[in-house]
């Protein structure tokens, strides 16, 4: 990425002016975010000046907590849904990614040593209980059972621990075949051996989430939870599964996964309207839907405040919950002094996009999130522009 260096870390950094949003510790506020070491030194009435530091006036715009996308693929070359993390995530304000199984126990060392270790954004993984995990269309990762090895998962997670935040499952029948129970048995052993949250990939699951939620514990993590096909959250009569209802008290986390067959508008603003709003937000971003319909995860959230969501329950969705999800809820996701200083910092654009879900519906979406400053580590980081689509479907104000 361009910049300027590493100048800003032995600077420091003053963000000035902008509203200060951090559900999940209750702020709100205009003030200025000061940083320092790489490290925020505090968010106060200061206007940033003395101390040599670098000046950033943000006045108008919104200052959150580094954005945490707790659902996307990141190992290009070696999976086919890979993409470039420091253009597709750090780029467009994500400053945490959590890689959702790309990688098995077999291929994960690779994934560190190519692209985590590589790379600015902060990077992190869930496990496929397939050892190969994610690698090409044609065959699905566990159409033979045998590619699931809880041994080989759980020591590698063992190996990872700094890395490896959970294991992933993807349960549709492309993957697992017609009876998915003992791919989801083998991934459950995986998880509680380790203690770690389950991940599960509920699109085309043939007996449906009602089959399979009374299997998930507390923290475990149901992705693609708003999507329009069979078997989904909703009843045919557009009511929220009771299962539903009795998991998320439980403590199961609900998280978006858009995705490019995995969110619909319809589904999202039905389960809202019933105060069912989803735990997380994640764009679930890969080589298939970068030009559209998912863009970024700063157009992802801007698609569920268009259902409904309002601002702030959008940013928890992104920054404080899902670092809790996957037990990182200390450091990352938060406006702490003496934490990391991993910042984003958006316009709330109004006007008119022309905006697809993932189930071929276009609505015209009156807010967007635009991401105008970055910074990793207190180091401010290069903007990327926004895909081509998403620059086309602005339809005038
Ligand atoms: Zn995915």
């Known amino acids: 990425m361009t910049g300027a260096g590493h100048s800003d870390q032995a600077r420091g950094l003053a963000l000035v002016g902008g509203r200060v949003l951090d559900p999940g510790r209750g702020l709100d506020t205009t003030a200025t975010v000061s940083v320092a070491g790489g490290l925020i030194e505090g968010v106060g009435d200061g206007d940033g000046d003395g101390a040599g530091r670098r000046r950033i006036d ?17 190992y290009p070359g070696v999976s086919h ?4 993390p420091d253009e597709h995530c750090l780029g467009r304000g994500v400053t945490t990614a959590v890689d959702a199984g790309s990688a098995g126990a077999q291929t994960f ?3 560190r040593r190519y692209v985590i270790e590589r790379s600015r954004t902060s990077i992190l993984a869930f496990l496929n209980i397939a050892v190969e995990g ?12 045998r590619w699931a ?9 063992r190996e990872h621990p700094d890395l490896i935040v959970g294991i992933k499952v993807r349960l549709g029948h492309q993957m697992a075949g017609d009876d998915p129970g003992p791919a989801f048995r083998l991934a459950r052993e995986a998880a509680d051996r380790l203690g770690l949250p389950l991940m599960v990939h509920v699109i085309d699951l043939r007996p449906g989430l009602a089959w399979l939620l009374p299997r998930l514990n507390r923290g475990d993590i149901v992705t693609h ?3 329009g096909g069979e078997g989904g959250i909703l009843d045919p009569a557009g009511a929220v599964l009771p299962a539903a209802v009795s998991a998320r008290e439980r403590g199961v986390l609900f998280d978006v996964g858009h995705g490019a067959g995995s969110f619909a508008y319809r589904v999202a603003r039905r389960a809202i309207a019933q105060d069912f709003p989803p735990d997380t937000i994640s764009s679930d971003l890969h080589a298939h839907n970068a030009a559209g319909p998912v863009f970024d995860q700063a157009t992802t959230l801007s698609k569920l405040l268009h259902v409904g969501m309002t601002l702030e329950d959008v940013i928890r969705a992104t920054t404080s919950t899902p670092a809790l999800a996957i037990g990182r809820g200390a450091s990352t996701g938060a406006l702490t002094a003496g934490g990391v200083a991993d910042l984003s910092v958006f316009e709330l654009r109004t006007g008119h996009w022309a905006l697809p879900d993932a189930a071929g519906v ?36």
């Not at 849904?81 to 470039?84: D, K």
């Open 149 to 157: 090895s809880p041994e080989q998962a759980v020591a590698r997670a």
């Open 362 to 397: 276009t609505e015209t979406v009156e807010q967007l999130l635009v991401p105008t400053v970055v910074v990793r580590a207190g180091q401010v980081c290069a903007i990327q522009p926004p895909a081509v689509g998403l620059q086309a479907t602005e339809t005038g104000s």
């Open 134 to 145: 994610m690698i090409s269309t044609l065959v699905g990762e566990l159409e033979d059972i």
């Open 225 to 227: 939870c708003f999507h």
């Open 81 to 84: 849904y890979g993409i470039e």
């Open 58 to 74: 943000v006045t108008g715009r919104l200052v959150t907590p580094g954005l945490v996308d707790l659902h996307t693929h990141l």
């Open 109 to 111: 060392p690779g994934l």
